[in-house]
């Protein structure tokens, strides 16, 4: 399967505990996007990068949350001191920039839960 | 202001009928694109359909259509002979500018359920 994946696909953590996920995309996409899906929600915009650099930040990224992308293939999101607001479904998406659509390709997303 | 409008939340539709999600948006910029995702009970989000704010036929691909309205800013998708494996929410989306690496907004989406 040559698609977006992501690890964990489901992460239920303590308040206060610290969460990494894993983001790996399509081969050859250069562009990585992260969401966050509240139930009922659309998802929303967190942050993307091209290659490894980090280009654009939501204001929902607060300072407790990080992503990196240290070699321009797979991304990491991290979220320090977590709290039950944080508890969300976290998608990774993937585009290639030469196509006039530029679709983005989602991943199977991580479900946190944060007791 | 709602950049993305999907005024529907639930919506059952009898199996082989056609079907047709609304979708308005809201922007002052001229280029911009649209897109329609589908999202099952897995969670996947599944690009189904792009329209480009300058294209002048509206987009097609396979059951999936896009009756795009650019002076109603409307963008519906229209899935014709629907099957039970359609039954999922359905997100509509929009990209603003020339800057095709630009963040998706989604809106709140669709709950589509087919009956056989």
């Known amino acids: 399967d040559t698609g977006v994946s992501q690890d964990p696909r489901h992460k239920i953590t303590k308040r206060g505990q610290n969460v990494t996920f894993r983001c790996d995309p399509i081969?050859?996409?250069?562009?990585l996007y992260w969401y966050r899906q509240t139930l009922g929600q659309g998802p929303e915009f967190l942050t993307y990068?091209?290659?490894?650099?980090?280009?654009?930040k939501s204001r929902l990224l607060s300072d407790r949350f990080s992503a990196e992308r240290p070699k321009g293939s797979f991304s990491t999101l991290e979220i320090q001191r977590t709290e039950q607001g944080d508890s969300a479904m976290y998608l990774c998406?993937?585009?290639?920039?030469?196509?006039?659509?530029?679709?983005?390709?989602f991943g199977p997303g991580t479900r946190l839960t944060v007791l | 202001a709602q950049k993305i409008t999907q005024t529907q939340p639930g919506m059952f539709v009898q199996e082989k009928e056609a079907v047709t999600l609304d979708c308005t948006y809201d922007?002052?910029?001229?280029?911009?694109?649209l897109f329609w995702y589908k999202q099952p009970s897995s969670g996947e989000m599944i690009f189904l359909i792009y329209?480009?704010?300058?294209?002048?036929q509206n987009a097609t691909e396979g059951r999936y259509s896009l009756n795009f309205q650019k002076a109603r800013k409307s963008a519906n998708l229209v899935i014709s002979a629907s099957q039970l494996g359609d039954s999922a929410m359905y997100f509509c989306?929009?990209?603003?500018?020339?800057?095709?690496?630009?963040?998706?907004?989604f809106g709140k989406g669709t709950r589509l359920h087919i009956l056989p």
């Open positions: 329209q480009g704010s300058y294209d002048q």
């Open positions: 922007t002052s910029d001229p280029s911009y694109g």
């Open positions: 081969s050859e996409h250069n562009r």
């Open positions: 990068f091209q290659n490894e650099a980090q280009l654009e």
């Open positions: 998406a993937s585009s290639l920039a030469d196509r006039e659509a530029n679709e983005q390709f």
């Open positions: 989306a929009m990209r603003e500018g020339w800057n095709r690496d630009d963040k998706i907004i």
